[in-house]
């Protein structure tokens, strides 16, 4: 009985929220969310998040330092980093990927699924923690929602903020911001179905999950799989990669710090020398690299 009772809350506080009409949308992420999701609140949890993120993100901005250190957070909100290459195969991906157990991939104990259909649906939206910041970065619309319902979800909900991209569009931004030094993060959420649903393009002075990480400590992103090299012969020292690096993980010598890097790749595209690489490092993980999925 008391299940039934919070289900029938729900759906008035959802109707309560839409006006008096619940979207197509809302009822497709109803469907696809199942009757478990519905009673434990996951549903309703997801749907705030979705709809209201940048106020969500804006209020989790401030409760950070109170979390130092916890590692229980990314068991259920974090993200794999991406080299440009293996965010480009996602967006050119011509086939169906079906669920699949990501242990070796995602080393968190949920949100280990990919769902992605033929053809890939992808909606750029406003990056939710650029505009949680108090100086925020631009190009704002940079975050691609990938995947049905959710694509749906915020084209309804936030049609002002959100714009359905082309898969030659989505490649183009990617180029863009990853000139400007933004790492390319594939986001899993236990709320939003267990499954990546996500590619952020996370820059160091607004990202979220970037500052949980390098300030607070707390593990919210999962190495690429990657790590950089640097060629002594080649570096001149110029200092730009410890600049650009977004993990603080090059020293005042030029060096790579291995247990901080990520194998981003940001300090590859911006070293003028030519002086660095990203090699495969086993220690790391396993690349998301959907066409060997």
């Given at each position: 009985m008391i299940y039934i009772i919070i289900g029938i809350i729900i759906i008035l506080l959802i109707f309560w929220a839409e006006r008096g009409f619940?979207?197509?949308?809302?009822m497709?992420?109803?469907r696809e969310s199942g009757l478990k999701n519905i009673l434990n609140l996951n549903f309703f949890y997801m749907y705030i998040y979705a709809r209201w993120t940048d106020k969500y993100l804006a209020i989790a901005r401030r409760l950070l330092p109170k979390n130092k250190g916890n590692t229980r957070i990314s068991d259920k909100y974090h993200a794999k980093v991406l080299t440009p290459q293996l965010a480009k195969k996602i967006i050119k991906i011509n086939k169906a990927i079906p669920l699949r157990d990501l242990e070796?991939?995602?080393?968190y104990p949920t949100a280990r699924k990919i769902?992605?259909?033929?053809?890939?649906?992808?909606?750029?939206?406003?990056?939710?923690c650029r505009a949680s910041s108090p100086q925020p970065c631009q190009p704002s619309m940079?975050?691609?929602?990938?995947?049905?319902?959710?694509?749906?979800?915020?084209?309804?909900?936030?049609?002002?903020?959100?714009?359905?991209?082309?898969?030659?569009?989505a490649l183009e931004l990617l180029e863009t911001v990853h000139?400007?030094?933004?790492?390319?993060?594939?986001?899993?959420?236990?709320?939003?179905?267990?499954?990546?649903?996500v590619i952020c393009n996370c820059c160091k002075c607004c990202c979220l999950g970037l500052e949980a990480m390098v300030k607070h400590g707390i593990p919210m992103m999962a190495s690429s799989g990657f790590i950089?090299?640097?060629d002594e012969k080649s570096c001149v020292h110029c200092g730009i990669c410890q600049k650009k690096c977004p993990f603080e993980a090059i020293n005042d010598s030029c060096e790579i710090i291995p247990e901080k890097c990520m194998g981003c790749g940001v300090c590859v595209s911006f070293c003028e020398k030519s002086a660095i690489t990203l090699e495969r490092d086993e220690a790391k993980?396993?690349?998301?690299?959907?066409?060997?999925?």
């Open positions: 619940i979207k197509s949308s809302t497709e992420l109803l070796k991939i995602i080393p769902v992605l259909a033929n053809p890939i649906d992808i909606v750029v939206i406003e990056c939710p940079v975050c691609m929602v990938i995947g049905k319902p959710f694509t749906d979800f915020m084209l309804e909900h936030n049609p002002k903020k959100s714009k359905r991209l082309t898969q030659e569009e000139s400007k030094g933004c790492v390319h993060s594939a986001f899993f959420k236990e709320s939003c179905l267990d499954r990546f649903y950089g090299k640097i993980g396993i690349p998301l690299d959907v066409r060997n999925l």
